[in-house]
């Protein structure tokens, strides 16, 4: 049991340490590019990400996950699934490439024809990279991956930065895409004992085949939800109203991805390695849990009133149309942050079977409340609203099946851990509100006022509870290890 806390508390104190180094740096690069480039530039790129990301998925096939996961791969079935994985993946570059013409026939934008060849080597480079990265994660490397992703982030970012101010327009985004992945690519791999082998041993792909089966199609209905809101905004609202809602979202998300990204790389590897045992693998989750709605509810509401000051001041009056659904959709930040750390329980206790028939049911959900908000909406702002309704519906069928079906353990219990983060919440929500009907013209001022009130209301709610006070005492990282 101390094994487990430590490996935990060890890796997510690195990953954290390197991520949120990153944050900063990704807010400043992200703010000088929403000033370098229009909505339409962004729009443009964001058109073409959807398919990216499902041909990088494609090509992936769950098999990183599988490498980490699974405990009885040699060394010799791990250099047959990375050259099986090399196939696949130029196999799926190339056809990426083909299909550049369609692509700009579906959003009838001709401009998409060369954006789309240029990131098949997007696609190549981020499909290569998997299983070295995945080697990485199964040696709990935490530390090492923070490095790396830190120092490709400020490469490429100012690349991207003197492309754009060159008049390179939406092609800074692209080569920045392009330059991030090989650039990964060429690291994991020459520090991984990796090789290529010309005879591929099927027994080690049969060895992944389960999981990496049930893994794949779960992404594989994930993508079509996470980049559904993508793809029929651009096809019926057009890029520019993409532009606008994809910079909302990539806003929002950021909160979701450094507080669950440092977090999720690390529970996957070391949870798998307690596969057998549901009460330590609860127990530790629970834990975790605690501190992600601690931190995600207070947060969701935060942004929610802060909204306009963050949206001017990180990129810039231009931007003003994703102030709407931006607000709406921080409202989901701490449903988020919560949810998607139960992907990476499913993997480690080997139920990918159980995680693939909730991404059906998920599916279903958010893709028919983001299609009532731009058929019915007709607007972005009511695609926000769907979001809502639809992360708020699968939060509570995500943990029913993960809490009750895998963990068998009790669903009121689990949800009775997030009731006082709820509580704090709706509490730092009341200053805030009352605020914001009088809120000062200074943007600066405003949003340090609102810092301020959130900061004070939460640190007086959450240390009045014992329990926490005694994470004051120890410390975060002892707190999980305790």
Known sequence: MTSIRKSLSSGIFYTALAKYSGVFISIFIGAILARLL??????????????????SLLSDFGIGQAVVQNQTLTEKDIHSIFSFSIILSLFLSGLFFFTAPFISAFYNEPELINVSKLLSLSVLFNSL???????????????????????????????????????????????????SGLCTLIIFYS????????????????????????????????????????????????????????????????PVLNLTHVITPVLMPVLSKYQDDKDVVYNSYLKVVKILATIGFPLSVFLFFSS???????????????????????????????????????????RTDLLFYYGIIGAVILLSCISCGI????????VGIGLIVAFSMNFFIVFYMLISLALK??????????????????????PLWFYS?????????SLAIKIAITGLTF??????KKENRKILQIGIKDYIKS
Request: no cysteine; proline share 2%.
């Open 375 to 382: 058929f019915w909406g007709k607007s972005i702002e009511a």
């Open 459 to 464: 640190i007086l709610l959450f240390f009045y």
């Open 129 to 179: 990279q998997v299983i070295p990265k995945a080697l990485f994660q199964k040696a709990l490397k935490f530390k090492q991956i923070g490095i790396i992703t830190v120092i490709i982030q400020v490469i490429t970012g100012f690349i991207a930065i003197i492309m754009a101010f060159k008049g390179y327009s939406y092609y800074s985004l692209v080569f920045q895409s392009i330059i």
């Open 437 to 445: 009907m009088h809120a000062s013209v200074n943007l600066f001022l």
């Open 409 to 430: 353990k009790s669903y009121l219990h689990f949800l009775n851990s997030i009731i006082y983060p709820v509580f704090i919440s709706l509490f730092i929500a009341m």
């Open 38 to 55: 229009t909505p339409k530039e962004f729009g443009i790129v964001a058109l073409v990400s959807v398919f990216v990301s499902f041909f």
């Open 191 to 254: 520090l991984s004992p990796l090789r290529i082998v010309l005879k591929i041993e099927f027994n080690a792909i049969k060895k992944i085949i389960r999981f990496s089966s049930f893994n794949f199609l779960f992404n594989f209905i994930n993508y079509f939800t996470r980049n559904g809101d993508n793809l029929l905004i651009g096809k019926f609202l057009g890029s520019t109203s993409l532009g606008f809602y994809d910079k909302s979202y990539r806003l929002m998300m950021m």
């Open 308 to 350: 306009y000051e963050i949206v001017n001041i990180i990129y810039g009056s231009q931007w003003d149309q994703s102030i709407p659904v931006f607000k709406l959709i921080s409202i989901t930040i701490g449903i988020q942050i919560i949810y998607s750390s139960a992907g990476s329980v499913f993997q480690a206790i080997n």
